[in-house]
């Protein structure tokens, strides 16, 4: 089939949960605790790079206390905007424009749902080749981390494994959040610059780009530190996700907990623009609440919806793309619990303007990915993708003289009119809109159609094939690596 993708135009709704205000209060409070109690770099490199810049570096305690002129200054170099490419095919292009957002699915569970079986298993390479092949086949999917963890491959190397999965089975933009080492960083750009022809060509056309966690509060991982300034030098687009948790590794306070995920996600991409000026990055973010009765992670509720849309007014306050964790419900399988989640934690950040949705497919909080859940949460974006169209008025769509055509007591349906625009109208996959009497007859419902579906998909698509010779390329450059490391 001839591939497409289908991104949300953002500019016709817009919500607005932050002030102007707001924002400004928040950015100089988050700046005031970066310099204040500072931020932890746990990476010589980094120390070494925010020292030259001006920072105070605590050695000991591997913590740089930065000033706030300098973030600023560093945060002014990062572009507003860029363009994620797909594997070959430019069609698939995502231009981080302000104006579309896009569905990815999140990453890196290390369950999987059996599609065939339906009970939950520790999830292998194999499952992230078939859960890309899905994924590829969506049109509401136009990114993808891989949503499943290589758990049958050594674990250091196991995110080039789950690179080579992707690559070999989807043909979009690929995003990833499992290289924290320096030579899986090396060996990632290696790989994607031999499908594209050489680092330059790479740099023209990022095929893959990097997401790193933040650990909350106000630290970052060494190994990821220093990993994401290997990808900010070849030009890889990089971000820093804060997941800070209201109770627990933030204030219970909304504003404060982000605070402080702010200070940690601008204070990682200040390093990249120190050290490397002008290169892509974007904000990311999946902030929620500690459970009050467990101290649980949520993965759900109403602090998450308001996260989702107020840390798309922090990144266009610092003018540059946010990715934001929308789908990743804290239900364990597809249900009610889950529509809920996921429908306001996906509207609410399109209607401020973000402009990656990640998530799609994963349950109970990112650890578990649905076949079923995939393909319900396209159906969600599917009917958010609408709502954000609004209601375009013009002549033709007020039909007045088609109105007045078929008058008092009369009916659309065979009117030219309604012919040309009957298609407008939104359709589900799996929304059920069967009358009583078939539902009482076959009471299958979304969830058993959504298996189904994705049963035929796992059986029929086969996505753009990788050239032989690259493919075994990939797979050099992984068996390199293993054999430096000494992994069998």
């Known amino acids: 089939m001839t591939q497409r993708i289908l991104p949300i135009d953002t500019t016709f709704l817009r919500l607005q949960v932050l002030s102007p205000d707001d924002v400004g209060r928040i950015h100089e409070a988050t700046l005031d605790l970066i310099e204040t109690v500072g931020v932890r770099f746990p990476s010589e490199q980094a120390l070494d790079i925010l020292h030259d810049h001006g920072a105070s570096v605590d050695r000991e305690k591997q913590i740089a206390r930065i000033p706030g002129h300098l973030i600023e200054e560093a945060m002014s170099k990062a572009p507003a905007g860029y363009t994620l490419c797909a594997r070959e095919n430019p069609d698939l292009d995502?231009?981080?424009d302000g104006r579309h957002a896009y569905l990815a699915v999140d990453g890196t569970g290390v369950d999987v749902l059996d599609p065939h079986t339906g009970e939950k298993r520790v999830s292998s390479k194999a499952d992230v080749a078939n859960a890309m092949r899905v994924a590829d086949y969506m049109e509401e999917i136009a990114l993808v981390w891989p949503p499943v963890s290589a758990q049958d491959c050594p674990s250091e190397t196991r995110g080039l494994h789950e690179l080579d999965a992707a690559w070999n089975n989807f043909a979009k933009h690929l995003q990833t959040e499992t290289l924290v080492t320096v030579h899986e960083m090396e060996a990632a750009i290696d790989m994607a610059a031999a499908l594209v022809g050489g680092r330059d060509e790479l740099r023209r056309r990022p095929i893959l780009s990097i997401m790193q966690c933040t650990i909350s509060p106000l630290a970052h991982d060494g190994g990821s530190i220093d990993a994401s300034l290997v990808a900010a030098e070849a030009g890889l687009p990089v971000a820093f996700m804060t997941m800070a948790s209201c109770g627990f590794s933030g204030p219970a306070a909304l504003a404060g907990n982000l605070v402080v995920g702010n200070a940690e996600v601008i204070s990682g991409l200040a390093l990249m623009e120190m050290a490397y000026p002008g290169c892509p990055v974007y904000y990311a973010a999946a902030q929620t609440a500690m459970d009050p009765r467990t101290g649980a992670y949520t993965g759900g509720g109403p602090e998450d919806y308001l996260f989702g849309a107020a840390t798309n007014h922090l990144a266009d306050f610092y003018r540059i793309p946010l990715s934001m964790g929308a789908f990743a419900t804290g239900s364990k399988q597809p249900d009610w619990q889950a529509a809920l989640d996921n429908v306001f934690a996906g509207i609410m950040p399109v209607l401020t303007g973000a402009d990656l949705l990640q998530g799609a497919g994963m349950l109970y909080g990112s650890r578990i990915f649905s076949y079923e859940q995939l393909l319900l949460d396209c159906e969600i974006y599917s009917a958010t993708r609408a709502v954000a169209n609004g209601i375009p008025v013009s002549d033709e769509t007020l039909a007045l003289d088609v109105i007045k055509e078929v008058g008092a007591g009369g009916n659309?349906?065979?009117?030219?009119?309604?012919?040309?625009?009957?298609?407008?109208?939104?359709?589900?996959?799996?929304?059920?809109?069967?009358?009583?009497?078939?539902?009482?007859?076959?009471?299958?419902?979304?969830?058993?159609?959504?298996?189904?579906?994705?049963?035929?998909?796992?059986?029929?698509?086969?996505?753009?094939?990788?050239?032989?010779?690259?493919?075994?390329?990939?797979?050099?450059?992984?068996?390199?690596?293993?054999?430096?490391?000494?992994?069998?």
């Open 412 to 488: 659309f349906i065979a009117h030219k009119h309604t012919r040309q625009h009957i298609t407008d109208l939104w359709q589900p996959r799996f929304v059920d809109r069967r009358p009583y009497s078939a539902w009482e007859a076959d009471r299958k419902g979304p969830r058993e159609w959504a298996n189904e579906k994705a049963r035929w998909i796992l059986e029929h698509h086969q996505p753009a094939p990788l050239d032989p010779k690259l493919s075994a390329e990939l797979s050099r450059i992984i068996s390199s690596v293993e054999k430096q490391l000494g992994l069998n």
């Open 94 to 96: 995502l231009p981080l």
